[in-house]
């Protein structure tokens, strides 16, 4: 079981960076492949990184490669997200998540969620 909380999101303008924070609770957090989501207002929740348990992979939706850089610290039992030049269109309610598979972006691959943190970017 492992039980997530973001942290971080706020409202920037455009072009601004932000990093986001999930902490984790349980003790195999460094044996899971996190993973972050958002989701627009009136949109689907979709994929934008993830990485390995051994931090040795990581995978990025087009929309934020290049722009967005996610890490983690297994000793801290915490995976970040950095978003550099942000876009309104990256406006939505970041979510972090763990998954006990390997890496990947389905969304059902992933069991355990956080509650949200809204990222607002303004133009």
């Known amino acids: 079981q492992v039980q997530l909380v973001e942290s971080g999101g706020g409202l920037v303008q455009a072009g601004s960076s932000l990093r986001l924070s999930c902490a984790a609770s349980?003790?195999?957090?460094?044996?899971?492949?996190m993973g972050w989501f958002r989701q627009a207002p009136g949109k689907e929740r979709e994929f934008v990184a993830a990485i390995s348990w051994n931090l040795r992979n990581s995978y990025y939706a087009d929309s934020v490669k290049g722009r967005f850089t996610i890490s983690r610290d297994n000793a801290k039992n915490t995976v970040y997200l950095q978003m550099n030049s942000l876009k309104p269109e990256d406006t939505a309610v970041y979510y972090c998540a763990a998954s006990a598979d390997g890496l990947g972006y389905h969304i059902k691959q992933y069991a355990y969620w956080g509650q949200g943190t809204q990222v607002t970017v303004s133009s």
């Open positions: 349980g003790r195999t957090f460094s044996s899971y492949t």
